[in-house]
């Protein structure tokens, strides 16, 4: 089994429902256990563009799906709870699921890049990791916890 960390973040309908059933969806993936989940943060868009504030959390789970098997899960139960993706960054969303972590994997494809590349900038991904293993190393060997020393501002509720 693979044990993987899931970001999940929505601005639209009612984000704490979908945050909250993206996690009933994680949960019910074949051969997949949710371990655990953090307390939701709420912050505002990266882009500081003028759309509702986000709520985010993490999760993590035990897998017997491959990477890519699970990143298609992933989408998959993104278009299921609305999410539309019509090539536009950074705009409001239903839910967003990111693959933060899949074991030490490190990789670099077209469809996918491990660790994430946005965990080391993002308060709303370092805080919750950090919530579900204060020890959590990256790919490497890097302490994740340093990195919040390089934060800007955290700007979390």
Do not use: C
């Not at 504030?53 to 990477?67: F, M, P």
């Not at 670099?108 to 709303?124: C, D, E, K, M, V």
């Amino acid at each position: 089994m693979h044990t993987a960390y899931i970001g999940l973040g929505s601005n639209l309908n009612q984000p704490v429902v979908q945050l909250n059933q993206a996690l009933e969806a994680l949960a019910n993936l074949p051969n997949t256990i949710l371990l655990a989940s953090s307390s939701f943060y709420t912050s505002p868009p990266l882009d500081g563009s003028d759309q509702p504030d986000y709520v985010n959390a993490v999760a993590k789970i035990k897998t017997a799906l491959e990477a890519l098997e699970l990143l298609a899960a992933l989408l998959k139960t993104e278009e299921k709870q609305g999410r539309v993706r019509d090539g536009k960054r950074w705009q409001a969303r239903t839910l967003d699921l990111d693959l933060l972590l899949f074991d030490q994997l490190v990789i670099n494809t077209a469809s996918l890049i491990l660790p994430h590349p946005g965990i080391l900038f993002r308060a709303f991904v370092i805080y919750p990791l950090l919530e579900l293993d204060e020890n959590l190393r990256l790919p490497g060997g890097t302490p994740l916890k340093i990195q919040i020393s390089h934060l800007k501002s955290p700007n979390l509720q």
